[in-house]
């Protein structure tokens, strides 16, 4: 599995991003998928995470309610939709998948398999 994402850049703080990350090599297998990030200084950070079929999801309590996590099988994408942004939102996001059954999530970036190279998100304040 190669996970590539994009969509990052500067934003004022209250502006909006769109994260997205293409999705390629998956077999039949299903997988769970997350959003991560680090900022400078930091350890690894859950953001988001969504199961195969899209039913489940779960935030961390710093983004819940700005953020949104999305797929589209079609398109064989995974996004993050990223509103309201703070200063604080500033890092590194990351993609990631890891092997589940269809309706699990997972939150524990030690888990996941398979991670994309990241694309920076800055927020002025």
């Known amino acids: 599995v190669q996970l590539q994402a994009s969509g990052g850049g500067l934003v004022q703080a209250g502006g909006s991003l769109r994260l997205s990350c293409a999705v390629s090599?998956?077999?039949?297998?299903?997988?769970?998928m997350g959003w991560f990030r680090q900022a400078p200084g930091k350890g690894r950070e859950f953001v988001a995470t969504?199961?195969?079929?899209?039913?489940?999801?779960l935030y961390a309590d710093s983004v819940k309610g700005r953020f949104t996590i999305s797929r589209d099988d079609d398109k064989n994408s995974i996004y993050l939709q990223m509103n309201s942004l703070k200063f604080e939102d500033t890092a590194v996001y990351s993609c990631?998948?890891?092997?589940?059954?269809?309706?699990?999530?997972?939150?524990?970036?030690?888990?996941?398999?398979?991670w994309g190279q990241g694309t920076q998100v800055t927020v002025s304040s």
């Open positions: 990631a998948a890891v092997q589940a059954d269809p309706i699990v999530v997972v939150t524990n970036p030690d888990l996941y398999d398979y």
């Open positions: 090599g998956r077999t039949g297998t299903s997988y769970a």
């Open positions: 969504i199961s195969w079929t899209g039913g489940s999801t």
